[in-house]
């Protein structure tokens, strides 16, 4: 047993060894991130890159791009944070070379390369091909909503904007006739009558000059004495014109969530009607006003107007389709609960009916009837209760979208306008978007997709495309033409005829939720010809080989969107705008494939 604690000496130097490569084991895994974006093609993230001019070297993209990389691989999304890494973490100082870029620099080099991550995420899927990874058996296809970088609380229903719309444009005439009233025909800054004319304002400059009081140079700052008056009386107060006060314009901050950005031309949006006129109207007037600070001031009033107006067009144009993605699934689960209780109704009947058969049968024959008691009436059946439980939820749930969807469809995001209200599965909305993934058998992101339909039966054709798009990468990589995708799996979210009937490969969906049709008996028959797709489809997953293939689709992609949510970050995008959300889940992905990598090279091993 030791007799002392071991010396803590913070002021001893060279506590970590003298060269980088030596402060990390040489089989952590930011040496194969590193190494992995060296092989890589980067020469998408090099285009942006100023070189052979004056001013500071920039950073090497490569380092920014291993930077980003490392950083989404721990969760860390926010700029800042990245920063502070860079500062405080020995990994994050092995990527960066020492280095410490700024989170201006970071967050700009993310912006700037948006169409780069997909490149990215092809480039780490040609690698993972080229490892023996992308077992294409089945693939599985789902859907998460993932929070926007905006607040619910920022949505403006139509109403809302058009209050905006009409408190701008009865600021901006009443700040005209206010300035109108007060200045006439002139614009504010004309000089007097009396000094207008060459001769008389030099002179009345040099009888100023006159009656200026001697200025003190010593450190004595008392006032001094004020100056005899003139022979000739001085103008009068009332010729100067008085500093104008502030106008009374609501601030662009309050209106749009934005700071006041720099002043440039504004063009009148080009729409119908006296719209148009008055905008044009409002932005002739902010150009041709001489000064400088009440110019800018109504530029900025009239950029925030068009802002407005432009939302408040897109919002309209949106507005009538965007309900019926949201009430469908809710329909279609009603009308699920409904086909469940008929049956349950039916089975009861035709119990009831057989048992009265044997009864009367038995009395006819001498006998006292059917032993045992009586049938339960149909409409006193548990089961029939429990069914009828779930249609009246399923009812309310819809009425209840309904009357909120109203609210939902009519709105748009002024600090995010590309991202919609998204309804979860516990009936609340939230402010994101719809991020699409597709999985392989080994865990793979094959490809991913981000929409602004919260609906996912509308994303089935893109996702099926684009998981096609992935397989050909794979079957490139590997030169093996018989490399193609064996069965799609999809969960009931995408459940409809037209998808069914989609062209691509085979596929399996869920019809319906499980625990509403258990207790009845599945066909024995297949259905005929002219049965719906869905009928066929219920049919085929009555297979036992065929549901324990569908019983595979929660292990293959549900853990992958769970690591992209929880591990990676995204249960929040960091950018905002519908692209650059995208290229986030792009980058998301990638990070997830290249560890996926790196596991299954070191497992191979």
């Given at each position: 047993?030791?007799?002392?604690?071991k010396?803590?000496?913070?002021?001893?130097?060279?506590?970590?060894?003298?060269?980088?490569?030596?402060?990390?084991?040489?089989?952590?895994?930011?040496?194969?991130?590193?190494?992995?974006?060296?092989?890589?093609?980067?020469?998408?993230?090099?285009?942006?890159?100023?070189l052979?001019?004056?001013?500071?070297?920039p950073?090497?993209?490569?380092?920014?791009?291993?930077?980003?990389?490392?950083?989404?691989?721990?969760?860390?999304?926010?700029?800042?944070?990245?920063?502070?890494?860079?500062?405080?973490?020995?990994?994050?100082?092995?990527?960066?070379?020492?280095?410490?870029?700024?989170?201006?620099?970071?967050?700009?080099?993310?912006?700037?390369?948006?169409?780069?991550?997909?490149?990215?995420?092809?480039?780490?899927?040609?690698?993972?091909?080229?490892?023996?990874?992308?077992?294409?058996?089945?693939?599985?296809?789902?859907?998460f909503?993932?929070?926007?970088?905006?607040?619910?609380?920022?949505?403006?229903?139509?109403?809302?904007?058009?209050?905006?719309?009409?408190?701008?444009?009865?600021?901006?005439?009443?700040?005209?006739?206010?300035?109108?009233?007060?200045?006439?025909?002139?614009?504010g800054?004309?000089?007097?009558?009396?000094?207008?004319?060459?001769?008389?304002?030099?002179?009345?400059?040099?009888?100023?000059?006159?009656h200026?009081?001697?200025?003190t140079?010593?450190?004595?700052?008392?006032?001094?004495?004020?100056?005899?008056?003139?022979?000739?009386?001085?103008?009068?107060?009332?010729?100067?014109?008085?500093?104008?006060?502030?106008?009374?314009?609501?601030?662009?901050?309050a209106?749009?969530g934005?700071?006041?950005?720099?002043?440039?031309?504004?063009?009148?949006?080009?729409?119908?009607?006296?719209?148009?006129?008055?905008?044009?109207?409002?932005?002739?007037?902010?150009?041709?006003?001489?000064?400088?600070?009440?110019?800018?001031?109504?530029?900025?009033?009239?950029?925030?107007?068009?802002?407005?107006?432009?939302?408040?067009?897109?919002?309209?144009?949106?507005?009538?389709?965007?309900?019926?993605?949201?009430?469908?699934?809710?329909?279609?689960?009603?009308?699920?609960?409904?086909?469940?209780?008929?049956?349950?109704?039916?089975q009861?009947?035709?119990?009831?009916?057989?048992?009265?058969?044997?009864?009367?049968?038995?009395?006819?024959?001498g006998?006292?009837?059917?032993?045992?008691?009586?049938?339960?009436?149909?409409?006193?059946?548990?089961?029939?209760?429990?069914?009828?439980?779930?249609?009246?939820?399923?009812?309310?749930?819809l009425?209840?979208?309904?009357?909120?969807?109203?609210?939902?469809?009519?709105?748009?995001?002024?600090?995010?306008?590309?991202?919609?209200?998204?309804?979860?599965?516990?009936?609340?909305?939230?402010?994101?978007?719809?991020?699409?993934?597709?999985?392989?058998?080994?865990?793979?992101?094959?490809?991913?997709?981000?929409?602004?339909?919260?609906?996912?039966?509308?994303?089935?054709?893109?996702?099926?495309?684009?998981?096609?798009?992935?397989?050909?990468?794979?079957?490139?990589?590997?030169?093996?033409?018989?490399?193609?995708?064996?069965?799609?799996?999809?969960?009931?979210?995408?459940?409809?005829?037209?998808?069914?009937?989609?062209?691509?490969?085979?596929?399996?969906i869920?019809?319906?939720?499980?625990?509403?049709?258990?207790?009845?008996?599945?066909?024995?028959?297949?259905?005929?010809?002219?049965?719906?797709?869905?009928?066929?489809?219920?049919?085929?997953?009555?297979?036992?080989?065929?549901?324990?293939?569908?019983?595979?689709?929660?292990?293959?992609?549900?853990?992958?969107?769970?690591?992209?949510?929880?591990?990676?970050?995204?249960?929040?995008?960091?950018?905002?705008?519908?692209?650059?959300?995208?290229?986030?889940?792009?980058?998301?992905?990638?990070?997830?494939?290249?560890?996926?990598?790196?596991?299954?090279?070191?497992?191979?091993?």
């Open positions: 047993m030791a007799k002392t604690f010396p803590v000496d913070r002021e001893q130097q060279f506590l970590l060894p003298p060269s980088v490569l030596d402060w990390l084991p040489v089989g952590h895994q930011v040496w194969f991130v590193i190494d992995a974006v060296a092989q890589m093609d980067t020469s998408a993230f090099h285009r942006r890159a100023r052979g001019g004056a001013g500071q070297a950073y090497h993209p490569d380092m920014l791009l291993a930077l980003l990389i490392w950083a989404y691989a721990g969760g860390v999304t926010s700029s800042r944070q990245i920063e502070r890494r860079c500062r405080e973490d020995v990994a994050f100082m092995v990527v960066s070379g020492l280095a410490r870029p700024d989170h201006a620099t970071i967050a700009r080099f993310r912006r700037d390369h948006l169409a780069a991550f997909e490149v990215l995420f092809t480039q780490v899927l040609t690698l993972c091909g080229r490892a023996g990874m992308g077992g294409l058996a089945h693939v599985a296809i789902d859907g909503k993932t929070a926007a970088n905006a607040s619910k609380a920022a949505f403006s229903d139509v109403d809302g904007l058009r209050r905006t719309v009409r408190r701008l444009v009865a600021q901006a005439e009443a700040d005209d006739a206010a300035e109108d009233e007060r200045h006439g025909p002139d614009s800054n004309d000089l007097p009558p009396d000094l207008r004319e060459p001769r008389q304002r030099q002179q009345r400059i040099t009888e100023l000059l006159q200026t009081p001697p200025t140079t010593g450190q004595n700052t008392e006032p001094a004495e004020p100056a005899e008056p003139a022979t000739e009386p001085a103008e009068p107060a009332a010729a100067v014109e008085p500093a104008e006060p502030a106008a009374a314009v609501e601030p662009v901050e209106v749009t934005r700071a006041a950005e720099p002043v440039e031309p504004v063009e009148p949006v080009q729409v119908e009607g006296a719209r148009a006129v008055e905008l044009a109207r409002l932005a002739g007037l902010a150009r041709t006003d001489p000064d400088p600070d009440r110019r800018g001031r109504r530029l900025r009033a009239v950029r925030a107007l068009r802002r407005t107006l432009e939302c408040y067009d897109a919002l309209l144009a949106r507005q009538a389709a965007a309900a019926e993605p949201i009430l469908a699934p809710l329909r279609a689960r009603l009308h699920q609960a409904l086909t469940a209780l008929t049956r349950t109704i039916e009861l009947n035709t119990a009831h009916t057989a048992w009265q058969q044997r009864h009367q049968a038995l009395i006819d024959a006998g006292k009837g059917q032993p045992g008691p009586r049938p339960v009436p149909t409409e006193q059946h548990n089961r029939v209760r429990r069914a009828t439980a779930r249609v009246n939820a399923a009812q309310a749930r009425d209840r979208a309904v009357t909120t969807t109203t609210h939902a469809t009519r709105s748009i995001n002024t600090t995010d306008p590309d991202c919609r209200l998204m309804l979860r599965h516990d009936g609340a909305y939230t402010a994101g978007y719809n991020s699409q993934n597709a999985v392989t058998a080994d865990h793979l992101v094959l490809a991913v997709h981000t929409c602004q339909d919260p609906n996912d039966a509308e994303q089935a054709e893109t996702m099926i495309a684009k998981a096609e798009t992935g397989a050909a990468v794979l079957r490139n990589t590997t030169r093996n033409p018989d490399l193609r995708i064996g069965t799609l799996l999809f969960d009931n979210g995408y459940n409809s005829d037209a998808n069914l009937q989609l062209p691509g490969p085979d596929r399996l869920a019809q319906g939720d499980r625990r509403h049709t258990a207790g009845t008996t599945p066909p024995t028959q297949p259905p005929p010809d002219t049965a719906t797709p869905r009928d066929h489809m219920a049919w085929r997953l009555t297979n036992p080989e065929t549901r324990a293939l569908y019983r595979k689709r929660g292990a293959t992609v549900e853990p992958v969107n769970a690591h992209l949510q929880d591990r990676r970050g995204l249960r929040r995008h960091s950018m905002r705008g519908l692209t650059a959300a995208n290229a986030e889940l792009h980058l998301a992905a990638a990070v997830t494939n290249l560890l996926r990598l790196h596991t299954h090279l070191t497992t191979q091993t």
